[in-house]
């Protein structure tokens, strides 16, 4: 009996070890961002009937170089995308705080590019980015800080990165109600596709974005 009772505990301990060590690998997987994904309110009405298939929309702005700096230019590239102002004193020096540690993870790697858009274009000239630009130690070649028609920014925010509410979108002449003033980071894919949102202000959810990003890279 004592010889039975050994060989069912030793087979059962034998399926246990079999099992744990060739159990299958949980597989890492991102979602893609549609509009039906995300909140009503922040999406353009013709974009929520179609719903899906979202791609980020083409956009023409000048950078802190005072140079054109189209979608062109992040073609194949996996994208970092903020809404921020230089002048900002409460959220945005602690969320460039943050972009600095995605920048400097990827400084390296041509493959990965920091779309910073001024939500203050009176105010952010090219003039006013660089010397921004310079203060966070950006390499021009990756951290790319846009200004240009406050319409475009406002429109590019709402129909591809999906960060400004129509309410705002309206207010545009009433200087102060207008702002973009979210602490979301924004990743895009080399296919041009929201692949996920991150708090800019949060240490943690940045340092799962370093990851995604790495991730990203490596996809197919």
């Not at 899906?52 to 023409?60: A, L, P």
């Not at 910073?116 to 203060?135: E, H, I």
Request: glycine share 4%; hydrophobic share 40%; net charge neutral.
């Amino acid at each position: 009996m004592k010889r039975i009772l050994f060989l069912l505990i030793f087979s059962l301990a034998c399926i246990f070890l079999i099992y744990f060590f060739n159990k299958p690998e949980k597989v890492k997987s991102l979602p893609i961002i549609n509009p039906v994904d995300v909140s009503e309110e922040m999406v353009d009405p013709e974009l929520l009937r179609i719903g899906y298939g979202h791609k980020i929309g083409t956009f023409s702005f000048l950078d802190q170089n005072n140079k054109l700096f189209t979608d062109k230019e992040i073609k194949g590239k996996v994208a970092v995308v903020e809404y921020f102002f230089t002048t900002c004193g409460t959220i945005c020096p602690i969320m460039n705080l943050q972009m600095r540690r995605v920048h400097k993870a990827f400084l390296k790697d041509k493959r990965v590019s920091i779309l910073s858009f001024t939500v203050d274009p009176d105010n952010d000239t090219p003039g006013q980015l660089k010397k921004y630009a310079l203060s966070h130690q950006a390499n021009d070649n990756s951290w790319h800080f846009l200004t240009g028609k406050k319409e475009d920014l406002y429109s590019l925010a709402r129909k591809s990165f999906f960060v400004l509410k129509p309410s705002e979108a309206v207010n545009q002449g009433d200087v102060g109600s207008d702002f973009i003033h979210t602490n979301n980071f924004v990743l895009v894919d080399k296919s041009r596709r929201i692949r996920g949102y991150y708090d800019g202000t949060s240490a943690k959810e940045v340092q799962q974005l370093i990851e995604d990003i790495s991730f990203l890279l490596d996809e197919n």
